[in-house]
């Protein structure tokens, strides 16, 4: 590792990463982080702490992640990270971190400590009721969920531009950008809350984001059927089509049959195979159901979309 005290940065060279790692102290009990990593080999690891040493800090996490998978997410701790996504951890959290070979990961990370929440967040008339409940709630020690707003990636091009194209940081601003940060976060906080409580148990939404994991891992099989994934994730066949449709918006079927069709619309692009070959290798009896499942996906036969 070596350090630029200047930008208040380390480098990294090893055989199992290469990248950057800023660092910015905004205030006594708050930090600001950005992560720039490639993962030269599969690497996880687990937090060990010492219990004669303090460990009272918060942190909440962008995380952004590129990677060779066929997949977006990947799933440990029978929880589903999202490749786009907000985690949140509380101090001394055992949670493993895993990290793929030929990724590349961008983490904006603010680490704040229990008398820094104690005083700024817990205190004050604009923080989200849900963020306070969460402070307290002893029994959640970790969240991730996705995001998709533009709200974040532009405060996440903020961040690089304060961070990368400056000599030194600039605290002022990153002081100001920490503070839409946590503004940010309480609201996305407050939707995927209400989401929550108002629609699926935090138990059923883990079950229904596993057969979703295990559809995307099977695009070139036959889809599986209800009674097979009821039976495999031990929920009633009713249950599963009702949570499945709230928490995706689309039944189940045809979810898995647009995401196999997006799939086939690659190959049938590629060109290098006949589409009696593309027909087969996605598990299609004939080429007539195949052509017929592509058309009603994309508004046209794959030959005529070759074509």
Same mark, same amino acid.
């Given at each position: 590792m070596k350090r630029d005290r200047e930008k208040q940065m380390l480098h990294?060279?090893?055989?199992?990463?290469?990248?950057?790692?800023?660092?910015?102290?905004?205030?006594?009990?708050?930090?600001?982080?950005?992560?720039?990593?490639f993962y030269k080999n599969n690497v996880s690891y687990?937090?060990?702490?010492?219990?004669?040493?303090?460990?009272?800090?918060?942190? *909440?996490? $962008?995380?952004? %992640? #590129?990677?060779? @998978?066929?997949? &977006?997410? /990947?799933?440990?701790?029978?929880?589903?990270?999202?490749?786009?996504?907000?985690s949140f951890s509380k101090p001394a959290s055992d949670f493993i971190n895993c990290h793929f070979k030929n990724s590349?990961?961008?983490?904006?990370?603010?680490?704040?400590?229990?008398d820094w929440a104690n005083k700024n967040i817990l205190k004050s008339s604009t923080t989200s009721t849900a963020?306070?409940?969460?402070?307290?709630?002893?029994k959640k020690q970790f969240l991730n969920y996705s995001y998709n707003s533009?709200?974040?990636k532009t405060l996440i091009s903020r961040l690089i531009s304060s961070f990368k194209d400056a000599g030194r940081p600039d605290i002022f601003e990153l002081k100001k950008l920490s503070y839409e940060y946590f503004s940010l976060f309480f609201h996305s906080l407050e939707k995927e809350e209400n989401y929550n409580s108002n629609e699926l148990t935090h138990?059923?939404? *883990?079950? $229904?984001?596993? %057969? #979703?994991?295990? @559809?995307?891992? &099977?695009? /070139?099989a036959k889809f599986p059927g209800i009674?097979?994934?009821?039976?495999k994730y031990k929920i009633s066949p009713t249950r599963l089509k009702q949570n499945f449709k709230l928490l995706f918006g689309t039944?189940?079927?045809?979810?898995?049959?647009?995401?196999?069709?997006?799939?086939?619309?690659?190959y049938v692009k590629k060109g290098d195979l006949k589409i009696k070959d593309i027909s087969a290798k996605l598990g299609y009896e004939n080429v007539s159901k195949f052509s017929k499942a592509f058309e009603s996906c994309h508004n046209m036969l794959p030959s005529e979309f070759r074509k």
């Open positions: 990294a060279d090893t055989p199992f990463v290469k990248g950057e790692f800023y660092y910015v102290e905004l205030e006594e009990g708050l930090w600001i982080f950005l992560s720039d990593m687990k937090p060990v702490y010492d219990a004669f040493l303090p460990a009272d800090y918060y942190f *909440i996490s $962008i995380n952004n %992640i #590129e990677n060779k @998978l066929n997949d &977006n997410t /990947y799933e440990i701790n029978n929880f589903k990270i999202e490749n786009n996504s907000i590349t990961e961008n983490m904006y990370i603010l680490y704040f400590s229990e963020f306070k409940n969460l402070l307290k709630d002893n533009k709200d974040f138990k059923n939404r *883990i079950i $229904i984001q596993k %057969i #979703e994991h295990y @559809l995307m891992n &099977n695009l /070139y009674d097979f994934l009821s039976k039944p189940i079927f045809k979810y898995f049959q647009k995401h196999k069709m997006e799939l086939a619309l690659l």
